[in-house]
């Protein structure tokens, strides 16, 4: 599977799974810390998708905002560069590991987030969580079902911080997301260097961003 088609699942499934277990609160099972993190930031994001603004261009930029910024809110980008580098992530410096985390989120954002004016009735089930032994590390899995009957399984794997937990990978029909961004990025870094990684990056974010008319 393609990495965009990865990540329009991804933006399917953490939109549309989450607001099917949102909206069934007499599931069996109680939510767990992981789940309700989720559900916490699903919530705010329907609440402005479902806002009337949001159908017409001409209001739906702040709109757009406030789901981008929650989308920031539950996935941890500085964990999710860190993983998708590699153990390169240690040769950037600090201040060159904040570039990249936020040029990296913004080519994210940009490439994939209006994909959610696309979604076209996907259903998804809520299937259950794998968590470690420690506790540290959780994955939450769904399935998500397609207009064409396909079944895709698509799951969060998330980490607690700050009190909360974070989004660091998305693994769709087992193939992560961070693995798929790493060749990409280690075939830069095999003849560049990690401000010439940082540049593209932001170049790129950069020409997604005109291209969508933002």
């Given at each position: 599977m393609s990495t965009h088609a990865i990540m329009r699942h991804i933006v399917f499934g953490f939109l549309f799974v989450l607001m099917a277990v949102a909206v069934q609160?007499?599931?069996?099972?109680?939510?767990?810390?992981?789940?309700?993190?989720?559900?916490?930031?699903?919530t705010r994001i329907l609440g402005s998708i479902k806002n009337p603004d949001y159908v017409n261009p001409a209001t739906r930029?702040?709109?757009?905002?406030?789901?981008?910024?929650?989308?920031?809110?539950?996935?941890?980008?500085?964990?999710?560069?860190?993983?998708?580098?590699?153990?390169?992530?240690?040769?950037?410096?600090?201040?060159?590991?904040?570039?990249f985390s936020d040029a990296f989120a913004e080519l994210l954002l940009n490439t994939y987030l209006s994909k959610i004016d696309g979604y076209n009735g996907e259903q998804v089930v809520y299937t259950g969580e794998v968590t470690s032994p420690k506790g540290d590390r959780t994955e939450v899995r769904?399935?998500?079902t397609m207009k064409d009957s396909k079944k895709v399984p698509v799951a969060y794997r998330m980490l607690p911080k700050d009190g909360t937990w974070f989004v660091y990978d998305v693994l769709i029909e087992n193939i992560s997301l961070v693995k798929n961004y790493r060749?990409?990025?280690?075939?830069?870094?095999?003849s560049g260097s990690p401000d010439q990684l940082i540049a593209k990056v932001k170049a790129?974010?950069?020409?997604?961003r005109q291209g969508n008319g933002q």
């Amino acid at each position: 599977m393609s990495t965009h088609a990865i990540m329009r699942h991804i933006v399917f499934g953490f939109l549309f799974v989450l607001m099917a277990v949102a909206v069934q609160p007499s599931q069996a099972r109680a939510s767990s810390p992981a789940q309700t993190a989720l559900e916490t930031s699903i919530t705010r994001i329907l609440g402005s998708i479902k806002n009337p603004d949001y159908v017409n261009p001409a209001t739906r930029k702040p709109l757009r905002q406030q789901i981008e910024d929650e989308v920031l809110h539950i996935f941890d980008f500085k964990e999710f560069s860190s993983r998708t580098v590699g153990p390169r992530w240690s040769t950037f410096t600090p201040a060159q590991q904040q570039q990249f985390s936020d040029a990296f989120a913004e080519l994210l954002l940009n490439t994939y987030l209006s994909k959610i004016d696309g979604y076209n009735g996907e259903q998804v089930v809520y299937t259950g969580e794998v968590t470690s032994p420690k506790g540290d590390r959780t994955e939450v899995r769904t399935v998500i079902t397609m207009k064409d009957s396909k079944k895709v399984p698509v799951a969060y794997r998330m980490l607690p911080k700050d009190g909360t937990w974070f989004v660091y990978d998305v693994l769709i029909e087992n193939i992560s997301l961070v693995k798929n961004y790493r060749t990409q990025f280690q075939d830069i870094l095999n003849s560049g260097s990690p401000d010439q990684l940082i540049a593209k990056v932001k170049a790129k974010a950069q020409e997604v961003r005109q291209g969508n008319g933002q």
